[in-house]
């Protein structure tokens, strides 16, 4: 069903996109200052369901690409992802009817919202990942069959470029993060055009609306001093990720932090409040694998998010600091991205991890050593 | 005046070629081996003058870009230049009715006559740098107002890329440098696009013909036991590269060689047979500045060519070699490759050299320390 986003909505709707992002996706206030001054202009933003496509539609997904970090001191100017945009609609000879993200993240879930609010489009409710992922090709749609090709990339000079790898999603990726970087660390991509049919088969549906509701669990438990988490595992299972859970409690200890090649990598470690075993987080911008002691108890695509003991505020991968009190929640991701095909793109493979996947369900009962 | 090429021309060409690459622009053998094959095919190419283009028609030059070394372990496949070439008419809705070289050297002067060869279209006799320069940058085209952009870059599995970067053809430079790395050191280029009137007003004219005519001097002069040099001194004045003089002989007693960032820099120096100061020749892919003891004789954009002592036959930056016996010839560049505007573009500023540009022929006489 199609709904409106308006500026009261903005913080809940930023804090569901960071849980989602699962230790990526970049600062969720950089998602809200974007989006707030684009709504200042528009009034509203209409968000449709993905059934309510008609398979004339055309949807030209937006988002940006790059270290979010650099944000922080280079806001956009305003038009890169509405050029980038462009440019595709240019190079194709089509033009979208709707934008949409192409992962749920602080940053990347109102990129669309922001292309919206300026052209007057209606925004889908649905991505490619149900999550964040770091690289192009993590994306549910290329597992099913859509091409990222053609991609546009614009910065922030209104420069352009157009990239068409055909069916290699990976190589894509490789070139439009060469051509990122030669644009200082960001740039603003539009990429997986597809029709109104190929959304309903290939994407994750309603992350959008998932978003809002689980900002606003988390805040409306607070405001009625209940615990957030507690609130957020009863809504779980109404939704595709259809379980929440916490695995660990504790309180930060280390975090080693390094920065290849554009990617945050790095490890947390957090003590728990009694004798039991340690738990470490790896992640890659993203949360990877969380083990307690020697035994990995959730893996990647699983949702591994890192809140707050008490807020229940989730923690991006480059904010995780020493003494923070935390809860280790994993969220079961959805089927459609635990299938071989789904796996083979991003389960642990994809990330350099040994181990094979088993649904953290499954693993929180009988441990993997 | 229109004229066609056959295999017989090649090795003059080619060697004609390698002579304005100013020790840069490829192994002329590889140049050969390109477009022997494509002849075998097409019997002939077709060489037009620019001033028998209409103002209608669409002149698409074609290139290599990146480090010609690479080729020697990977020909091309045959049909990425041609791939880029239909890249850009695609992207512009425009149809290449020639195309044409970037640049004057080994294997850039022959690229266009493979697309040329396929396609069966003609080839514009002139280029626009009138030699060989390192960055697409360089060009006269942008010095006298045609924009590079959009660029077309294509590889050898016929995956492409489109770079729009407006008026700023630095940028364009360094963006599809970027790519060509991703792509294993080599790509295949089409770029400044522009008609007929364009190309008079701002290509070097009669490249092609001249590097034939070069080419065939040294190789006739050898077998008429003349001294090609001295050959070529006598024809550089019926071109638009007025002179040509040796300003040093001797043997080569070092070469420093390293590749960074995708070019080969470096330094050579030549031991004079008598008890005269040495000369040293610097390089960046291309010998850019030619010094006897500490006098600059010969600036960039001025060419500076290494030819063996007694076979006249130019030697490339990257196939010198201790114990070569060799002469340093200097080459007036065309005087519109000398104006102000020019000289900001590829003076000696533009490779880090702190001396001012001024004509060899001067300094020959002169001196600067």
């Given at each position: ?257 390094t920065t290849v090649e554009g990617f945050t990598r790095g490890k947390a470690r957090i003590a728990g409040f009694g004798d039991e075993p340690e738990c470490t987080v790896d992640f890659q911008n993203e949360y ?82």
């Open positions: 069903m199609a709904f409106d986003i308006t500026i009261a909505d903005l913080g809940d709707l930023v804090r569901g996109a960071a849980l989602l992002g699962t230790g990526g996706g970049g600062d969720p206030a950089i998602g809200h200052t974007l989006v707030a001054e684009a709504l200042r202009d528009a009034g509203t933003i209409t968000v449709i369901d993905p059934d309510e496509l008609s398979d004339d539609d055309f949807v030209i997904p937006t988002a940006l690409m790059g270290a979010p970090s650099v944000l922080v001191e280079r806001l956009p100017r305003g038009s890169e992802p509405v050029d980038a945009l462009r440019a595709l609609e240019r190079h194709t000879g089509r033009t979208a009817t709707a934008t949409m993200p192409i992962e749920s993240g602080g940053i990347n879930s109102t990129i669309p919202l922001f292309v919206a609010a300026q052209l007057g489009i209606p925004v889908v409710d649905a991505d490619g990942m149900g999550r964040a992922f770091p690289e192009l090709q993590m994306e549910t749609f290329a597992v099913y069959g859509v091409n990222g090709s053609p991609l546009a990339i614009a910065d922030e000079h209104g420069h352009t470029a157009i990239v068409n790898t055909v069916a290699n999603n990976k190589k894509m990726e490789d070139w439009a993060r060469a051509l990122t970087i030669k644009m200082g660390g960001v740039g603003y991509i539009a990429e997986y055009g597809m029709d109104g049919a190929e959304v309903r088969r290939t994407a994750i549906p309603r992350t959008l609306s998932l978003a809002l509701r689980l900002g606003r669990t988390i805040r409306e438990a607070r405001e009625h001093h209940r615990d957030p988490v507690e609130a957020l595992s009863e809504l779980l299972p109404e939704t595709l990720y259809h379980r929440g859970e916490v695995i660990f409690s504790g309180k930060i200890v280390d975090v080693e932090r990877l694998v969380a083990r307690i002691g020697d035994e990995t108890r959730v893996l990647v695509p699983d949702l591994i998010t890192i809140l707050h003991l008490e807020t229940g505020e989730p923690i991006t991968a480059e904010t995780l600091r020493y003494g923070q009190r935390v809860r280790v929640f994993a969220i079961s991701t959805p089927e459609m991205m635990r299938t071989p095909a789904a796996l083979e793109t991003f389960g642990p493979a994809a990330f350099g991890l040994t181990e094979d996947f088993v649904p953290f369900e499954r693993l929180a009962r009988t441990g993997v050593r």
